[in-house]
């Protein structure tokens, strides 16, 4: 296995801790330290994206799977945009609070946001952990 398949490994497995954590704060209404995990979490799902795609581009084999597997792939990484894109905006528009139109509806539908991002978020951070075990 190679040293950036453990790291995402780890990474899936840490980040999918802190999202069922970072939601059960939300339930209880520790919003402060619910919204500190997911700032958290977004950074750290922007890094990881940004990382893969330098060795994709750079390193040229990062990861190799059979081509039968090209459809779950492409599953995995469309899926896995959706909830990192939204949660980039519900971030950044917690952090704006009010100077605009965009935190204004952001903010207003924040938790019909949430729930959809996380059960997505969820599903790719689960095939992320797939991914590892059974495609390399």
């Known amino acids: 296995m190679s040293p950036f398949l453990i ?12 999202l069922i954590v970072a939601w059960r704060l939300a ?15 977004t950074i750290g799902a922007w890094v990881f994206i940004l990382n893969y795609i330098f060795l994709q ?3 040229g084999a990062l990861v190799s799977f059979p081509r039968e597997y090209v ?4 599953l995995h990484g469309s899926l896995g945009l959706i909830p990192l894109f939204g949660a980039t905006c519900l971030v950044a ?4 609070a009010g100077k605009n139109r965009f935190s204004v ?15 997505i978020w969820v599903f790719t951070h689960l095939g992320g952990i797939f991914n590892a075990f059974f495609l390399h």
Do not use: D, Q
């Not at 209880?28 to 958290?40: A, E, K, P, S, Y």
């Not at 528009?93 to 704006?96: A, Y």
């Open 7 to 18: 790291i995402s490994t780890i990474w899936a497995v840490v980040a999918l801790a802190l």
């Open 27 to 41: 339930r209880i209404g520790r919003t402060h330290l619910h919204r500190n995990i997911m700032v958290l979490l």
């Open 57 to 59: 581009r750079y390193s």
């Open 71 to 74: 459809p779950w792939i492409a």
């Open 93 to 96: 528009s917690r952090l704006t």
């Open 105 to 119: 509806h952001f903010n207003r539908h924040h938790k019909s946001y949430g729930r959809i991002l996380i059960t």
